[in-house]
């Protein structure tokens, strides 16, 4: 008996049943040879009978009918790539197919609605926003490219940004993936269907490349390409009507193999283009939803390193025996390149400092990081903040990255009051005294992580009771407001000038609610960090 | 950012304008233009910035370099009608000490025949 057989396509989903006896039923019950379950289908429905030559079709008096190509009938002689419908929808579709050899004309007008059913699923891809990705997009869209052209191979240009070819996929018959280069010879027809926007079919003398899909056998003849655009479409909208914006080609989708009547057919060439419209939609979509995706990956990132750098701050608020600490830091964007930080010293000093590093966001942000590791690390080590410094400086310099470099102040204040200090090119702390006195701590060095011959002086100083110390990052003096205008130092003294004595997350707040009155409506434009001190023995 | 260089006996004087800032490049082109000036031989730099409107601290950093480029290749490099913002900024980080700077061309210019710091 000749390999015929029924592909099935209904809610069970698609699968192929040979028709292996004389007598081929199809009905509802159980004990059909192909059994369909559907309130369309009646318990025996229809029974194919092989006579001869010939399959016949017959309708066994079904309640929804039976259909060969939309016709209704109660009998009929079956040909190859006839299509049996069972009721009143396309809901359970049979086609009737022999072995390839056999199948003619008849195969490529099924084959041309496989091309119409995968559009349909790409179709569904993109209605569903599908996550998949972009390689697997491009190799299901060959792979059926292949399956329904009978082509022998093929490959998936798309261009960059450039606007220029690149090679994305290519796949031979049967889901092998082919290494590029074997196209070389190729690229001309993919670049010229790119440029003009129309698809080509060509016939070609056979190149060697090809020789090596067909199990090594040197081939001579003549290739037949088919090469298509693969275009996207997009909606403007204009009031509220989508208006059609004119194609664009995003790539293309070509393929070779010999000559076969499928391949070069008109039939075939407008259905592929039909595909291909789908195709580089799926394509499109996918890519786009990597770009998200990566977005997403970088974002999540700089959550992540966002939270580290909180981390390695220390706690905004500190109350010791003879001073408390009030500190924030805003970062104005997800991560900067300010930090603070204090720490008891053995000796029963109380050390603290605040850095600014050059520039905003994650190389700041790392810069920050290394400065302060550093910070702690020399501090504890160091007689006096001024030696720090020049260890810090060294410190940096060894592992500079250039033009790169820290501001940074750093104090360290003892139980009798007494403030040792070295100011690192960083904006000067202000000390606000009882009856409004206001001097600036500027003694020290140049900036940290430029100079290697840089060296930096202790200032000292004793504190009252009620004294403070405001430290900024040069973020507060020089927020702007929406004329452009700088808060400035003047501000900043002003706002100071009634705090002595004052709590210091009270002075915290008196100063930000000056700045962000003066800022008002403006974007922050640089991170802002601020440490306060008050003496308190 | 607009750089323009002229040789005025065997100084070249670089005539910066706009502001230098990494987020408009200025810090990169400052540093090519300081680097090629160097390569073709020139150790004698008049750094013209009385065009400049703003230096962010990227700006600075580079300022600083290319100061010290030019002094490990046996170079000169002087400033040139430094602004007050700019010398504000360079007295807070305390980097004035590093550059000699002039307000008069003629007074740069001379002091290029002598030795510096004498």
Redesign the interface.
């Known amino acids: 008996m000749p390999d015929v057989k029924l592909r099935v396509n209904d809610p069970q989903g698609r699968r192929f049943v040979a028709i292996d006896k004389a007598l081929f039923t199809i009905g509802r019950r159980t004990a059909a040879d192909l059994q369909i379950i559907s309130t369309d289908v009646s318990r025996e429905h229809a029974e194919i009978v092989h006579d001869g030559d010939q399959y016949i079709l017959r309708d066994r008096g079904s309640r929804y009918g039976t259909f060969v190509n939309g016709e209704p009938v109660t009998e009929r002689a079956l040909a190859f790539g006839d299509r049996i419908r069972l009721g009143r929808t396309d809901a359970i579709e049979l086609v009737f197919q022999g072995d390839e050899a056999t199948s003619g004309l008849r195969e490529t007008a099924t084959d041309i609605n496989d091309l119409r059913q995968m559009a349909g699923i790409l179709n569904g891809l993109r209605a569903l926003g599908s996550g998949r990705v972009l390689p697997e997009v491009l190799t299901l869209v060959m792979d059926s490219a292949l399956e329904v052209t009978k082509a022998e191979r093929g490959f998936v240009m798309l261009a960059n940004a450039a606007g220029e070819l690149e090679f994305k996929v290519a796949r031979g018959r049967g889901g092998q993936t082919l290494k590029g280069t074997s196209f070389a010879t190729s690229e001309k027809i993919p670049r010229e269907v790119f440029t003009t926007g129309r698809s080509r079919t060509v016939s070609d003398l056979m190149d060697g490349s090809l020789a090596s899909v067909h199990d090594g056998t040197i081939a001579v003849g003549i290739r037949s390409v088919l090469c298509v655009p693969l275009r996207v479409m997009s909606m403007a909208q204009s009031g509220s009507e989508g208006v059609l914006l004119p194609d664009r080609v995003m790539g293309v989708l070509y393929l070779d193999g010999r000559e076969r009547s499928t391949m070069t057919s008109k039939a075939t060439v407008e259905a592929l283009e039909a595909f291909a419209t789908q195709a580089a939609i799926a394509i499109e979509s996918a890519r786009l939803y990597a770009e998200e995706a990566e977005k997403g990956r970088i974002e999540r990132d700089l959550r992540v390193a966002a939270e580290i750098q909180r981390a390695l701050l220390a706690e905004p608020a500190y109350k010791g025996s003879y001073c408390d600490l009030a500190a924030v830091s805003v970062p104005c964007r997800t991560v900067g390149g300010d930090f603070y930080d204090y720490l008891e010293l053995t000796g029963g000093a109380f050390a603290f400092a605040l850095g600014d590093v050059a520039g905003k966001g994650p190389p700041a942000a790392l810069q920050a990081a290394a400065v302060q590791t550093n910070f702690a690390a020399l501090a504890p080590v160091s007689e006096n903040p001024a030696s720090a410094m020049a260890k810090i400086n060294v410190a940096l310099l060894r592992r500079a990255v250039e033009a790169r470099f820290a501001t940074m102040f750093y104090g360290t204040l003892e139980a009798d009051g007494k403030l040792n200090y070295s100011n690192a090119g960083q904006e000067p702390p202000i000390l606000v005294q009882s009856g409004g006195r206001i001097s600036k701590l500027d003694i020290g060095g140049p900036v940290l992580g430029l100079l290697g011959y840089a060296s930096y002086e202790l200032g000292s100083l004793t504190l009252e009771h009620g004294d403070v110390v405001v430290v900024c990052s040069d973020g507060v003096t020089e927020a702007r407001n929406v004329a452009g205008e700088e808060y400035g130092g003047e501000r900043l003294v002003e706002a100071l000038g009634r705090c002595h004595g004052m709590k210091p997350d009270a002075v915290m707040d008196t100063l930000m609610a000056s700045v962000r009155t003066f800022v008002g409506s403006a974007p922050q434009a640089d991170d802002i960090t601020t440490l306060v001190i008050r003496f308190t023995g | 950012m607009q750089i323009e260089q002229r040789i005025v006996g065997d100084v070249a004087v670089i005539t910066v304008t706009g502001d230098i800032t990494?987020g408009k490049g200025g810090?990169v082109i400052l540093?090519d233009k300081i680097n090629s000036l160097l390569q073709q031989g020139h150790r004698k730099l008049l750094l013209d910035l009385g065009g400049v409107s703003y230096v962010?601290?990227?700006g600075?950093?580079?300022l600083?370099?290319v100061h010290?480029t030019t002094t490990r290749q046996g170079g000169v490099l002087r400033l040139l009608n430094v602004t007050k913002r700019l010398k504000d900024l360079l007295v807070?980080?305390?980097?004035l000490?590093?550059f000699d700077a002039y307000d008069n061309e003629a007074e740069a210019l001379a002091s290029f025949v002598k030795p510096a710091g004498v």
């Open positions: 990494v810090d540093k962010d601290s990227a600075l950093g580079q600083v370099s010290a807070v980080t305390k980097l000490v590093v």
